[in-house]
């Protein structure tokens, strides 16, 4: 050990410095970790604290505050106002973009076009002529307002309005049917006062529109036709009264039809005999300014105006007048009427009325076969189509006032006009809606035919096959037309507008055929519900009479289901009672009806066998 401790170096032994052991003695202890931020902050420079530029004075801060308020106000008004002219804009181009749309694509051509078959001329004008849309002429207030008012004509403006104490006439007829149940409908009082008429608020609006239309185009020199004399004989004019004075332009005539237009399908009396009125006043222009070289267009359109005015005479009371103005139309296509003693029938209405409901029936009614024409009507398809209308609707209103012979004779009459049909698939669109339309009279005719025979004498053998051909005939329409091409639906095709109107004359003519239909197969049948008489039958009747109830409960639903599409619901369930329409409770009180007959038949029919 002590080898080991001689080995070792010795220490050299420094002398202790004095002042490092004062320093040492007062200094803190040595910590583990450096304090780095205190040091830090201990290294910055230590300068005094001024008061006037770290702490500021009361009104600084006030001036500050309202700076800061007007900034945020002034961003706050700066959004809203960006925000309302985006919104704005947004609104003008859409409102603008919709107004372009109607012009451009929903305002088709209404001018007579080289088509022979003249559909082009049965659409609205409004007052674009053949370029289609509104006439530039008019300014910019007044083709804005046409094309509000066909906003509010074709797309509705809310609830509708009431007119009180006020009453109309309207029967059905297939070129104003819809103004029973799509136009106005009537809700009678409890008190039993007079019924009010409930009136679309949007052909009311389009009334408003019209007018201010109008009012601006007289503003811009525009010539309205002149106006009748208040003192002018009831009926058509004569030559002697058409006036020579510059007759209307075109733009101006097309206002005077919109707004006729519009006042028939609000369908009021003071309406309808306004509506009269200025139809009368279009037609009188027409015929003043009406070349004579007209093409078959243009007659087809003095037709048809004579058409209206005599409806709108019809469904005011004046039934005599209205004779008088379908007798006129007629004769612009070279028809005439009297020839079959319609004159003096029309006379003799009053005398005879209390036969009606067959207590006196003519027994020396005509055969159907002897008014038929031998010869064929060379008559061009517009006049062709404006000319069975006149017919039917002079027949279906010597119909209604009892005066069934000349009614079964004119419908002969127009029936001899109507050419075969022969299917084929190379026609044209405008060919096909044609021959569409014909088949679809032809149904209407034979319906009407079959309904007048069958008032004249109830055992007539012709009523029933012809009320089943004219079923079969529209159900055949009725196929095609839902299977149409692109070219009817398609907007600013000129075949829009009268297939839309034909598939709504179809629908409601092929509900009435068929409910015609089953009460006459109803009517036909012995009478069941008496055990008495139902044991007395052969088994073959009562076979047959089991088979026409079964084919009347078929159409009694037929004719629910077609009311039920048109009236935009759809094919419903006989059971599902969703439509709520006048017809369909008709339809759906005698299809219950059938069904219960059936149901006694089959239970007798069983009892029978047991």
Request: aromatic share 8%.
């Amino acid at each position: 050990m002590r080898r080991l401790v001689n080995l070792l170096p010795p220490l050299i032994r420094r002398p202790l410095n004095t002042n490092s052991l004062q320093r040492s003695s007062t200094t803190r202890p040595r910590l583990l970790f450096k304090p780095t931020l205190t040091r830090q902050i201990s290294s910055f420079p230590k300068r005094p604290i001024e008061p006037s530029t770290n702490f500021p004075n009361a009104t600084s801060e006030y001036s500050d505050s309202i700076l800061y308020t007007f900034r945020y106000l002034s961003r706050t008004i700066k959004y809203l106002v960006y925000s309302l002219l985006a919104v704005g804009g947004i609104s003008a181009a859409a409102y603008e973009g919709a107004h372009l749309y109607i012009e451009k694509v929903c305002l088709t051509s209404s001018r007579e076009d080289s088509d022979e078959f003249g559909w082009v001329g049965e659409n609205q004008s409004w007052t674009g002529g053949s370029r289609g849309g509104t006439d530039p002429r008019l300014g910019i207030k007044a083709r804005h307002a046409l094309r509000a008012a066909w906003i509010c004509q074709e797309w509705g403006a809310g609830s509708a309005g009431t007119i009180d104490d006020s009453a109309y006439v309207s029967y059905f007829h297939p070129d104003y049917v819809a103004a029973r149940s799509m136009i106005s409908t009537s809700a009678p009082e409890q008190d039993g006062r007079a019924s009010r008429v409930k009136v679309d608020r949007g052909y009311e609006l389009a009334d408003e529109y019209v007018n201010l239309a109008i009012q601006e185009a007289k503003k811009k020199g525009l010539v309205f036709p002149p106006m009748l004399s208040g003192t002018r004989p009831a009926g058509p004019p004569n030559e002697k009264d058409l006036s020579k004075a510059p007759q209307g332009d075109p733009a101006a005539v097309d206002l005077l039809l919109i707004k006729a237009g519009i006042l028939e399908r609000i369908n009021t009396i003071d309406c309808l005999l306004y509506a009269k009125d200025v139809y009368e006043q279009v037609l009188c222009s027409l015929c003043a300014s009406s070349d004579p070289e007209v093409g078959p267009g243009g007659i087809a359109k003095v037709m048809r105006l004579a058409g209206k005015v005599g409806d709108l005479c019809a469904r005011t009371g004046g039934r005599d007048e209205a004779m008088k103005w379908w007798q006129w139309g007629l004769r612009r296509a070279g028809v005439d009427i009297t020839s079959h003693d319609t004159d003096k029938v029309v006379n003799q209405v009053k005398r005879d009325a209390h036969r009606w409901f067959g207590k006196n029936p003519s027994p020396d009614t005509l055969s159907i076969q002897q008014h038929l024409s031998s010869t064929k009507h060379n008559l061009a398809p517009p006049i062709l189509r404006a000319t069975v209308s006149l017919l039917i609707s002079a027949s279906t209103q010597l119909a209604t006032t009892a005066s069934l012979s000349a009614a079964s004779t004119l419908e002969s009459l127009a029936l001899s006009y109507l050419p075969s049909i022969h299917e084929s698939t190379s026609l044209s669109p405008t060919a096909t809606l044609h021959s569409m339309w014909m088949a679809h009279r032809t149904s209407l005719l034979q319906y009407h035919l079959s309904s007048v025979l069958y008032a004249l004498n109830k055992s007539n053998p012709e009523s029933l096959p012809l009320v089943t051909s004219a079923q079969e005939k529209v159900e055949g329409v009725i196929a095609k037309l839902r299977l149409l091409s692109k070219e009817y639906a398609k907007h600013g095709s000129p075949l829009n507008f009268p297939a839309k109107n034909l598939a709504r004359d179809v629908l409601l003519t092929g509900a009435e055929i068929a409910y015609t239909r089953g009460l006459f197969l109803e009517h036909s049948i012995s009478t069941i519900a008496s055990s008495f008489f139902a044991r007395k039958e052969t088994p073959e009747q009562k076979k047959e009479n089991i088979n026409k109830l079964e084919t009347a409960v078929k159409c009694f639903e037929e004719a629910m289901s077609l009311s039920a599409l048109e009236s935009g619901v759809g094919e419903i369930k006989p059971k599902e009672d969703v439509v709520n329409s006048e017809d369909w409770e008709k339809y759906n009180r005698a299809f219950v009806r059938a069904k219960r007959n059936l149901a006694e038949a089959m239970v007798l029919s069983q009892e029978e066998k047991l």
